[in-house]
Nanobody
């Protein structure tokens, strides 16, 4: 049973920083792309950033220059470093991983709340 466990959310003032972590555990042969999504109240879930196993990254325009995604392939972990946070970044952040095991499918974490206050 594959699980993704997120940590690092919380409440921070505008301009502050938070670091989100997501660790994958269970049987897996490999992990392809690992991603962070977020969903604010009343809005659709949106892609924040993702990173392939080869190190290619991409970001939503709204977070470019402020957020950095990184992976530790040996630890099956993905990190989202969030700097210069804005109230508009307030959302539940979800980790997603494309995992190859018995088959290949996407797995999601349970989500972690990030709240940015003025």
């Amino acid at each position: 049973q594959v699980q993704l466990v997120e940590s690092g959310g919380g409440v921070v003032q505008a301009g502050g920083s938070l670091r989100l972590s997501c660790a994958a555990s269970g049987y897996m042969y490999s992990i392809n792309t690992m991603s962070w999504y977020r969903q604010a109240p009343g809005k659709q879930r949106e892609l924040v950033a993702d990173a392939t196993s080869h190190g290619t990254t991409r970001y939503a325009d709204s977070v470019k220059g402020r957020f950095t995604i990184s992976r530790d392939n040996g630890e099956n972990t993905v990190i989202l470093q969030m700097n210069s946070l804005e109230p508009e970044d307030t959302a539940v952040y979800y980790c997603k991983a494309q995992i190859v095991g018995w088959g290949s499918r996407d797995y999601w974490g349970q989500g972690t709340q990030v709240t940015v206050s003025l």
